[in-house]
């Protein structure tokens, strides 16, 4: 496994980082066997995976709970480990029951402490923006944590540059915590962050962590296109389905001759690109099964050429579209 800083902080933290959404009963597609899923979770970290992520909305708490047994079993020193999650989404019905207030992020940070059986979260993170809520109120719950020792570090997910940037601004104005870190979409088919927050993580030094680094499993070449997919996520999810589009399409192709060129499979080449960008500190996966999570893991014996690298993005133009950036 290789290593990296987190953004411009001293956290390393590995080249992969295990996403743990796909553990938990609240979609048919997930894991619902929490043995398979802590099977996964102690094979990454037996491949030198020490970043692991999840959300408290996740399966409603479910997927931290399996996280947290998994680590607490697992013979590793609690020091080893990056644990990220992240609070906005609804937790309750009623009042107060999501968001960004004060409230809701204290009360949520203590409950995703409990259900992690851990005593601190090395990387908290807003999962959208809150239009709701100031964020000089957000910021202080958040610094609040750090200086509570319950969060060792503040990230954020998903949102408009200029929002983020407003974040960083009135953090280094009223000398709050700042986010080191932005969860975005990227891969080699959704690009659109090149043209929204990318730029501005480059210019202030902040960590980019991707998720969906496979365009939830568009890159694995598991999709033909001249065949409806009639089982699995694509078969009903709508935002997937947009993915099959010519431009992909034709990215897809590219990906398979490349992967046949070095004898590695299209996932492995998808995420060798992301990791050949400078901007990219570790892209979430999310596999289900040990095979997945090795097969991802062979991404980082992939050396791709310029001319490879340049051949990969040629069909498509990054556009922003800031609809996409507040779902």
Known sequence: MEYTRLGETGLEVSRLCLGCM????EQPWMVHDREQAHAVINRALELGINFFDTANVYSGGESEEILGEALADADRARSELVVATKVYGPMQEGPNGQGLSRKHILDQADASLERLG???IDLYQIH??????????????????????????????TMS??????ALHAADIDNYERFVSMQCEYNLVDRHEEANALPLCVDQDIGVVPWSPLAGG???GKYQRDEEPDSGRAATDEFMQ?????????????????ADAH??????VALAWLLHMDVVDAPIVGPRTIDHLEDTVGALGVDLTDGELEQLE??????????????
């Open 128 to 157: 959208r923006w809150d239009d709701e809520t100031p964020i000089e109120e957000t910021l202080s719950a958040l610094d609040s944590l750090v200086e509570a020792g319950k969060v060792r570090y503040i990230g954020a997910s």
């Open 218 to 220: 568009f890159l694995t």
């Open 314 to 327: 040629e069909p498509i133009t990054p556009v922003w579209n800031p609809d996409i950036g507040d779902v």
């Open 118 to 120: 851990t005593d601190y």
């Open 242 to 258: 947009k993915r099959f589009t010519e431009e992909n399409w034709a990215v897809l192709e590219r990906v398979r001759d490349i």
């Open 263 to 268: 004898d590695a499979t299209p996932a492995q």
């Open 22 to 25: 796909n553990f938990g009963s």
């Open 161 to 166: 540059a200029w929002k983020f940037m407003k």
